[in-house]
């Protein structure tokens, strides 16, 4: 350290940090932050690039309503919204899993509201005292790296029985139920399509062929395109997403059927902007955002939809309700304490 | 007699040293209590509640779990294998830094500090890319090498944890008495001996700083154990298990108390070493200027290159990453990656770089200001400032984030009015790395002799003129190297500042996770990359400010 | 009396670091604190000069008490043994930084920082920095740092133990030289029994935290009060053998009984004999080990004498005169 040669110039250095702190200061102080008339906070866990798009058309059909949204993946953003619950921030919530959104710590902080056009959307995909309506939603599916299939000579899985075969032992991974909401999307149905007995006999099979418990829903995916594994249980959407970006891997919609999570909108209590905020509300369920939708997702709950291509080429049939198990949400949020001890016990190390 | 009059003064008034001290330990101690206690508390009150009330059902259940005794093995397993090796590897490569001639010593010392302005996603992703099952290594040699899980933690931890070592030994090692070395040697002592009865008793208050932050922060760590963990389990990801995944917070609390255990006992250990600590910078020492070997030189530098091509070779990687169309199926070069698809597209980085800067002076003078207050007034409370200075250490950011939502998002609170701007994510910046800092400061000060602030005092300074005149014209460039620190942190930290942040502050760490999250890991590299030059981009428009203000041989990476 | 001492007393947890210390000095007077290292020496100047605080007793100067006062607030001028010249400042503003403290005007401050540098002869170095000079140079400066502002004590602590001999002894002089032109009063913590005797005007001799005896340099020589001093301040034999102390009072068994080498008189049929065990011959001077009754003394011999040879037999005499009974420590 030399600590002789510098020291003039240093204290001016330092004079002048410390001012630039308080100027600084003082700038941000005029930085708005509290939503106004006109503008409204939406919360959402869509991703970003469906986001984009959403947003996009948004601005077309509603050009005097200026969105002010925040992304955050389902779990953070259901710890943010328990944490600001005394004060919230924002106005409306979008695309946001039902399973969550049944939390009643949540539920106590919407107002019932349903857009004019609610009736496009069946009853089933709609809270039934009208507190969240659900117009898109996610399958599951299987991501299979095809180079790591044929490297060792093996069969593509087609189902859930097929993946507890042993050629398949150290192939698989899937998000861990404890962390992941598409991975207790998937725990809950097959113990709902199976039945307790025998789904818990099921998953102790699985477990046996399981690499690892990835922490979240995209990730076992991403890890079988990447060829980190040779299959990902994952959903539809990642799969098809990552088709389309080239990795060479094939979704499989499991033929016993597949678990699903609807993404949920609500309408905030303590919203400052509810003209705005309904005004986006019934934008969400309106031809021009179905239009988006049908773009990006697998499941739009909305009738009649046109499947884009890449849809169709990754494997999507065109009618999805023939390959959708009917998942009882309410029994899924009521018992997932429960469910997801068990599952910790058994085979978490 | 003019002691007379002044007597009288004295007895009079309070002293203008004694207010200065209450004042600066005062608003430190606030501003400690506010920004780390206040939040901490309104979180972790939550592991008492239970459905039945008030009590320590929740750590009950917890410690009865079978699990329990497993992830805590575990974490203290990793926290003790990493904790021991990065002390060695940055000490080795802080000590070819500081006390060799060996060259390049200007892009070692950046290279080692890359793992703490990547984010620590793309370190992750970085080494999936690089020893993943599908990895460069496994498909270029064939191997089978499996890291998922202890070695997939034990290594990017390692990785993650080296710059926040070598930041502080690096201090420790940059300051020492030449005549200890010459008499040690005419005495006949050995390189060894030497090393061994002179260097590291003199920077024992460094090791012992940065063993406490390795090992705390990697226990603390969820990013790495998440992405790489496998099914191993560690009590961070537990947290976040609990918290993000099961929006418990009470469970999550009861883990989050566990974790600040090792830090009340690091307060304890704190005390014992600081006590076995000399000033190994006194008004008289002459400062140690290495000198060539060039046989030691060269071995020293082999080593540090080593390190720095470990470290290099997870951050090269992914840079290569962001440049070819689909790792690892299509190698062939492309610009793609950087045509952002976010939301925001390029905006955050610029918001990043504004909440970094702002995050860097106010710790330049809020963090170093708590290191001058707990060293320069002796009170009792100085215990309790020093426990709380380094307490964020032991906190996982998910934890202060929510912690802060909790305790600041209620108008009409007094610092309500931070709040949805830029100022409390760097102030939540500031105090979620304050320990690092801290110690930081802490070591470098606690080498300066306390001569100088007597000598200061006996011609009739008041403490703030010594301060002002004495003490840091000679910590300066510490107190630079510790903005350098904050503002390279808050370029990429995560995990607190995404339950802060509002549709207006976007960060660019952020859209690193949106882009990881959909998927589109390639972009994700190029986000990090942008990031990573935005930052070695400062740092030498920094280091070039310097020169042109005629200021020399002075390192923003100690 | 200009400065008191009155039961002056510091605690460091359960070590008593020094120990109801009382002490007068008047003005201009130069007092050395004697005695080995953890004597309590450094720590009593330290209690005086306001940078350690008093557990017990009071510090008075001119009547008025310390205690309570902090140090930059006494106006005693301090030079440390490890200089303490701010190393990012230059000479001259090392000087003048006392001065800015007391808010001189910036003439007079120049005019003084002038002066003190003539004093100290460093003139043509005002504008260098610390690290530029050399030890001795910078102890200088220092002294001329701490008698800027005209302090009312200046406090050396072991000021010259740092530097290499000869500087050290050019330093004493002129250190020595200061004091007496200044008139200032002045205390100087020094292990060094040497530095002591030749500058100081008294010798406080200290031992474990208290004072074991004030005096001039004589008469702490010639007559020691403790085996401490004694032994502490030049050589002295303690006759432990009761061959020796034959003849020296019959309660012989408590008093410690001590003779400088110096005293002991080699002499043909001298009242005992010994063998020679060592001889070191050092100019004018010759000292001699010898083993007599079961112990070895040391003789020291003046002048030119016929050659001593190791395994010699030598007769010797304790004068009775020279003999001093010393008690084992002060109460």
């Known amino acids: 350290m030399d600590m002789t040669s510098v020291q003039r110039p240093a204290l001016n250095c330092i004079t002048r940090l410390v001012t630039g702190v308080f100027v600084g200061a003082a700038l941000l102080l005029a930085v708005p932050g509290i939503s106004q008339a006109g503008k409204i906070t939406v919360y959402t866990s869509y991703e970003e690039d469906e986001l984009a798009a959403f947003l996009e058309a948004m601005s077309k059909d509603l050009p005097d309503v200026e969105v002010d949204v925040l992304r955050l993946s389902t779990g953070d953003l259901r710890a943010r919204m328990l944490a600001e619950a005394d004060n919230p921030k924002h106005d409306v919530i979008w695309g946001w899993a039902a399973t969550s959104m049944v939390d009643p710590r949540i539920l106590e902080m919407l107002e019932p509201y349903s857009p004019a056009d609610i009736d496009k959307v069946p009853a089933r995909f709609r809270d039934k005292d009208g507190y969240w309506f659900a117009t898109t939603g996610y399958m599951g599916a299987f991501c299979v790296n095809n180079e790591e299939m044929s490297k060792d000579n093996l069969a593509i899985p087609s189902s859930w029985q097929d993946l507890i075969k042993p050629e398949y032992k150290g192939k698989l991974v899937m998000p861990n139920p404890a962390s992941s909401g598409t991975g207790y999307l998937h725990v809950a149905s097959i113990l709902q399509m199976m039945g307790e007995e025998d789904g818990w006999a099921y998953l102790d099979e699985l477990d046996k062929n399981m690499d690892q418990y990835i922490k979240s829903g995209s990730k076992p995916c991403n890890a079988a395109s990447a060829g980190e594994n040779a299959i990902g249980i994952s959903f539809a959407l990642r799969a098809i997403k990552n088709i389309d970006e080239g990795y060479p891997i094939t979704m499989v919609i499991p033929s016993e059927g597949a678990g699903h999570e609807l993404e949920a909108n609500a309408l905030m209590k303590t919203s400052q902007n509810k003209e705005d905020a309904k005004k986006f509300l019934d934008w969400s369920v309106s031809k021009g955002a179905e239009a988006e939708y049908n773009k990006w997702k697998s499941i739009v709950t909305m009738q009649g939809r046109d499947m884009p291509e890449k849809f169709k080429n990754a494997g999507l049939p065109d009618d999805i309700s023939t390959v959708l198990f009917e998942v009882d949400y309410a029994w899924a949020a009521e018992n997932r304490d429960r469910i997801i001890t068990e599952w910790q016990k058994r085979y978490e190390k | 007699m003019s002691v007379l009059s002044s007597k009288a003064r004295a007895s009079a008034l309070p002293d203008s040293d004694r207010l200065f001290g209450v004042f600066t330990v005062g608003a430190t101690g606030l501003l400690l209590v506010t920004f780390v206690l206040v939040p901490l508390w309104a979180i972790l009150k939550n592991s008492f509640v239970t459905p039945e009330g008030i009590g320590l059902d929740n750590f009950v259940r917890y410690f009865t779990d079978a699990r329990f005794v497993t992830v805590v093995g575990n974490t203290f397993e990793v926290g003790i294998s990493v904790t021991l090796t990065t002390l060695v590897l940055a000490y080795g490569f802080a000590y070819a830094v500081q006390r060799t001639c060996m060259p390049f010593k200007g892009v070692l010392r950046i290279i080692a500090l890359l793992p703490v302005f990547s984010p620590s996603l793309v370190q992750a992703l970085g080494l999936q890319f690089l020893l993943g099952r599908n990895g460069f290594v496994n498909r270029t040699f064939g191997t089978e090498i499996d890291i998922y899980g202890f070695w997939g933690i034990f290594i990017s931890d390692t990785v993650y944890a080296f710059p926040h070592a070598f930041l502080i030994l690096s201090t420790a090692l940059a300051v020492a008495d030449a005549r200890l070395y010459e008499s040690a040697e005419s005495l006949g002592a050995g390189p060894w001996r030497i090393f061994r009865t002179v260097t590291l008793p003199g920077t024992r208050y460094g090791i012992a700083s940065a063993a406490f932050v390795v090992f705390t922060i990697v226990i603390t760590d969820f990013g790495n154990p998440v992405v790489i963990g496998g099914n191993y389990s560690v009590l961070a990801v537990e ?74 070779s997870l951050v090269a990687i992914v840079i290569y990453a962001s440049f070819v169309r689909l790792w690892p199926y299509n190698l062939s070069l492309s610009l793609r990656h950087y045509q952002f698809d976010v939301q925001n597209g390029i905006q955050p980085l610029w918001t990043s770089i504004s909440v970094a800067i702002l ?59 931070i709040y949805d701007t830029i100022l409390i994510i760097a102030v939540c910046n500031v105090y979620h790395y304050h320990a690092q800092g801290f110690l930081l400061a802490t070591t470098n000060i606690k080498q300066i002799s306390s001569t100088f602030d007597e000598a200061s005092a006996t011609l009739g300074a008041t403490k703030l003129r010594t301060v002002w005149r004495v003490t840091l014209p000679m910590i300066w460039p510490t107190v630079l ?64 400010a310097l020169r042109l203000a005629g200021i020399r041989g002075v390192n923003l990476v100690r | 009396m200009f400065l008191s001492l009155r039961g002056v007393t510091k605690r460091f947890g359960s070590v008593l670091a020094v120990d109801h210390v009382d002490l007068d000095l008047s003005e201009g007077e130069f007092v050395c604190f004697l005695g080995p290292s953890g004597c309590g020496k450094t720590t009593l100047l330290r209690l005086v000069a306001g940078l350690e605080t008093l557990d017990e007793g009071e510090i008075l100067l001119e009547g008025t008490d310390l205690s309570g006062l902090p140090a930059r607030k006494r106006n005693f001028g301090v030079v440390f043994q490890s200089y303490s010249l701010f190393p990012n400042l230059s000479v001259a503003r090392n000087i003048a930084y006392g001065l800015e403290c007391r808010k001189w005007e910036k003439e007079k401050i120049k005019a003084r920082v002038g002066e003190m540098l003539d004093l100290v002869h460093l003139g043509q170095h005002a504008e260098k920095h610390p690290h530029e000079l050399s030890g001795g140079m910078q102890q200088r400066v220092a002294l001329a740092r701490a008698l800027a502002p005209e302090p ?27 004091q007496k032109r200044l008139g200032i009063t002045t205390i100087m913590v020094t292990h060094d029994q040497d530095e002591a005797m030749e500058m100081a005007d008294r010798i406080v001799a200290m031992n474990r935290g208290r004072i074991e005896q004030v005096g001039t340099a004589e008469e702490l020589y010639w007559e020691p009060a403790t085996r401490f001093v004694g032994e502490f301040i030049g050589r002295i034999n303690m006759l432990n053998s009761p061959q020796l102390r034959a003849g020296f009072d019959g309660s012989a068994g408590e008093a410690a009984l001590a003779i400088r080498p110096e005293h002991v008189v080699l002499s043909e049929g001298g009242a005992h004999s010994g063998k020679v065990r060592k001889v070191a011959f050092l100019g004018n001077t010759m000292r001699l080990g010898v083993e007599a009754g079961g112990q070895e003394i040391e003789i020291e011999v003046h002048g030119r004498r016929r050659r001593m040879n190791v395994g010699d037999t030598v007769t010797f005499d304790l004068p009775v005169d020279r003999v001093r009974r010393l008690a084992v420590s002060s109460q």
């Open chain 3, 152 to 178: 009312a004590v200046l406090l050396l602590d072991e000021p010259l133990s740092a530097l290499d001999a000869k500087v050290r002894e050019s330093l004493r002089g002129e250190i020595s030289e200061l």
């Open chain 2, 359 to 417: 995050t860097a002076l106010l710790a330049i003078v809020f963090v170093t200001g708590a290191a001058y207050a707990n060293h320069a007034f002796p009170m009792r409370a100085n215990r309790i400032l020093y426990f709380l200075a380094i307490l964020p250490a032991a906190v996982p950011g998910m934890v202060l984030g929510l912690g802060y939502i909790l305790a600041f998002n209620t108008p009409g609170q007094p610092v309500y009015w």
């Open chain 2, 239 to 312: 947290i976040y298990n609990q918290v993000s995944g099961q929006a418990n917070f009470a469970m999550g609390a009861v883990i989050g108390v566990l974790l600040l255990l090792p830090a009340a006992l690091a307060v304890t250990g704190e005390k014992w070493i600081a006590r076995r600590q000399f000033a190994s910078l006194t008004s008289q020492s002459v400062p140690l200027v290495p000198r060539p070997n060039p046989a030691r030189d060269a071995a020293w530098f082999a080593y540090s290159v080593l390190v720095a091509l470990a470290i290099l």
């Open chain 2, 481 to 544: 190297a510790v903005g350098v620190f904050f503002f390279m942190r808050a370029m990429v930290t995560l995990s607190a500042v995404i339950f802060l942040i509002t549709p207006s502050t976007q960060l660019a760490a952020v859209s690193v996770l949106y882009l990881d999250d959909r998927g589109a890991l390639n972009q994700a590299a190029a986000f990090a990359v942008c990031i990573m030059a935005t930052v070695v981009a400062f740092l030498v428009l920094t280091q070039l």
